[in-house]
T-cell receptor, first 111, second 110 residues
Framework: KAGVTQTPRYLIKTRGQQVTLSCSPI?????VSWYQQTPGQGLQFLFE???????NKGNFPGRFSGRQFSNSRSEMNVSTLELGDSALYLC??????????FGQGTRLTVV | GIQVEQSPPDLILQEGANSTLRCNFS?????LQWFHQNPWGQLINLFY???GTKQNGRLSATTVATERYSLLYISSSQTTDSGVYFC????????????FGPGTRLSVLP
């Protein structure tokens, strides 16, 4: 079966712009989580959606937001981009408190 | 929140050698997974192992939940094993998200 698909794979944006990243989970998975990976902070949890509801949120500013659609696909949005938002953004899907599977990630560069 | 430590932070091996990576966590967990991050950044699932022992080819893992640690064993290492290995845990009392350890960077030399 198809894995977790993230689009786009690479993105270059300018400070102050906004960006939307997409994640399509494995078919049947209703939980989608987002993580940010930077060299300095490692892998950090952003938020988790389950059945279109945000169920858990990490310690990130309000510029980071997300949503989940009825088909379980999820998007995350970052507004007013800062240089420090440059990172690898990873999405994970799971059935719910079981094994999680990650996508290939979106590498965002803010210039 | 839950704390996750991994050791060693860096490991350099000769091809064919064996290694043990350790993950310590500070509270009870309902999920523990080991991942290998490939050069393109994707996290590849190695083991879903909240408790017990599993083996997959040259790799095996053991989690002793009561003592709050997990071990990943790599035998007869190959250059393709190089990369960063992450342990990630979900705590019972900390919501639906992984807390990742800092990783172990493994370099296997030919």
């Amino acid at each position: 079966k198809a894995g977790v698909t993230q689009t786009p794979r690479y993105l270059i944006k300018t400070r102050g712009q906004q960006v939307t990243l997409s994640c399509s989970p494995i078919s049947g998975h209703r939980s989608v989580s987002w993580y940010q990976q930077t060299p300095g902070q490692g892998l950090q949890f952003l938020f988790e959606y389950f059945s279109e509801t945000q169920r858990n949120k990490g310690n990130f500013p309000g510029r980071f937001s997300g949503r989940q659609f009825s088909n379980s696909r999820s998007e995350m949005n970052v507004s007013t981009l800062e240089l420090g938002d440059s990172a690898l953004y990873l999405c994970a899907s799971s059935l719910d408190r079981f094994e999680a599977f990650f996508g290939q990630g979106t590498r965002l560069t803010v210039v | 929140g839950i704390q996750v430590e991994q050791s060693p932070p860096d490991l350099i091996l000769q091809e064919g050698a064996n290694s043990t990576l350790r993950c310590n966590f500070s509270d009870s967990v309902n999920n523990l997974q080991w991942f290998h991050q490939n050069p393109w950044g994707q996290l590849i699932n190695l083991f879903y192992i909240p408790s017990g022992t599993k083996q997959n080819g040259r790799l095996s893992a053991t989690t002793v939940a009561t003592e709050r640690y997990s071990l990943l064993y790599i035998s007869s290492s190959q250059t393709t094993d190089s990369g960063v290995y992450f342990c990630a845990v979900e705590g019972f009392n900390y919501g639906q998200n992984f807390v990742f350890g800092p990783g172990t960077r493994l370099s296997v030399l030919p």
